[in-house]
């Protein structure tokens, strides 16, 4: 049985049609068994989610970090990278298609695909997998604190900073599995700043 163990942070509306942000990459996570994975991404509500995962898929490449976007109807498309300390995460929805782009300064990761909405509810997402846990007490992987920054979301073609300050007016609307409700795991909700030690 699968245990997820995740923070998730949604703006409170759903009328925006992008986000972007800057995701710093931890030191290599730890405690990962085959098919289990850690992930820090951007999204558009649950329905569009691009950034990193650090996961084995016992596809013989081992652990390994990977760029990806993860489509609701059409699944994932991913890439092995070996990621400078920070990435570039961006989606836009341009009505029927949304564009999202990963950068790290020397690889550019590009996906399209269609949405279902010509608005979203935007996500900052921190959290991961274990595939052999059966209790919160057994989640084994682990990753140092990671932390985003400089998030914005986009409404009527404008970019509005999502951040301490203006949380109050765009939201943040807290979702948090067991594991992350101990102190210490979430330090900061928006821009979102969490750990798993």
Known sequence: MALQEFVKVYT???NFTGIQGYISVPATPTG????????FFLALDDYYEVGLS?????????PVWR??????KFGQQNQIVSPTS????KIVNRGTEADATVQDGRITFSRTAAVASPTYSGKMLIGGEDNSAT???GYTPRHP????RNVKVQRGGV??????TTQGSLGALVNRTPQYQRQGMVIQNVPLIAQLT
Not at 67 to 72: D, I, L, Q
Not at 86 to 89: L, S
Not at 145 to 148: A, G, L, M, P, W
């Open 12 to 14: 409170a509306e759903s």
């Open 86 to 89: 920070e990435v570039f995460v």
């Open 135 to 137: 209790s919160s007490s």
């Open 32 to 39: 990962l068994s085959t098919y289990d994975f850690v992930n």
């Open 54 to 62: 650090y996961a084995d898929k016992g596809d013989g490449n081992g």
């Open 145 to 148: 604190q990671v932390t985003f």
């Open 67 to 72: 760029y990806f976007a993860n489509h609701a």
């Open 159 to 164: 970019w509005l900073d999502w951040n301490a």
